[in-house]
């Protein structure tokens, strides 16, 4: 027995929306055993699956077919996590936050925060 790829993922609550499943495999954010997965691959159960999303990469290994949505107690049984854990808070940057009231950022000021951020070379 097999299962679509991008409907597991969203049945198991590994995104939000069947939509953001299919997205990710398009992309090549999906790799299943190794190579990267349409969204019509198959799973089965003992296969390695890698998704990029959200920011991080999560590494799961299938225990349980479900092409449904499940709840997420019945969801967590269905795979093995193997992920890294997240990064720690500290490591997060913070967003700069303007005072109420402060207005728009003045040409300057909008420069020095896109210094901040590495967007300007």
């Not at 097999?2 to 790799?31: E, F, M, N, P, Y």
Request: aromatic content about 4%; charged content about 35%; some cysteine.
């Amino acid at each position: 027995m097999s299962a679509r790829v991008d409907a597991w993922i969203w049945a198991v609550r590994l995104t939000k929306t069947r939509a953001q499943a299919a997205a990710a495999c398009r992309a090549g954010h999906v790799k299943v055993n190794g190579d990267r997965a349409k969204p019509a691959q198959s799973v089965k159960p003992g296969d390695e699956v890698r998704i990029f999303h959200g920011g991080r990469e999560r590494i799961v290994e299938v225990k349980e077919l479900h092409i449904k949505r499940v709840g997420p107690p019945v969801a967590v049984e269905a795979y093995v996590d193997n992920s890294p854990p997240p990064p720690p808070r500290e490591h997060v940057a913070v967003a700069a936050v303007r005072d109420r009231g402060a207005g728009r950022p003045t040409k300057r000021e909008r420069r020095e925060i896109d210094d901040l951020r590495g967007r300007r070379t």
